[in-house]
Nanobody, 119 residues
Framework: QVQLVESGGGLVQPGGSLRLSCAASGMIFSRYDMGWYRQVPGQQRELVAGITSGGSTNYVDSSKGRFTSSRDNTKDTVYLQMNSLKPEDTAVYYC?????????????WGQGTQVTVSS
């Protein structure tokens, strides 16, 4: 049974930092492309950052220069380091794992962790 468990969310002041973690189990983690998404109530879930199975990263404009995604395949864990946080970064952050194969795609989500940026 595949599980993705996020942690590290919380309340932080504007300009502060948080590091989110997503621990995976029940899967061959190193084969999966991993993504961080966030969702605000009433809005669509949006991609924040991604890291491929090979370690290549990509970021949306709102997170470039402030967020860094990394992975540790020995710990089956992906991280999102968030610096210079802004109130508009407040959202529930979700971890996603995706593995594309010619016979199909495997796609899993974590339960989410709340990030609140407020003074």
């Amino acid at each position: 049974q595949v599980q993705l468990v996020e942690s590290g969310g919380g309340l932080v002041q504007p300009g502060g930092s948080l590091r989110l973690s997503c621990a995976a189990s029940g899967m061959i983690f190193s084969r999966y492309d991993m993504g961080w998404y966030r969702q605000v109530p009433g809005q669509q879930r949006e991609l924040v950052a991604g890291i491929t199975s090979g370690g290549s990263t990509n970021y949306v404009d709102s997170s470039k220069g402030r967020f860094t995604s990394s992975r540790d395949n020995t710990k089956d864990t992906v991280y999102l380091q968030m610096n210079s946080l802004k109130p508009e970064d407040t959202a529930v952050y979700y971890c996603n794992a995706k593995y594309r194969h010619y016979i199909g795609t495997w796609d899993y989500w974590g339960q989410g962790t709340q990030v609140t940026v407020s003074s």
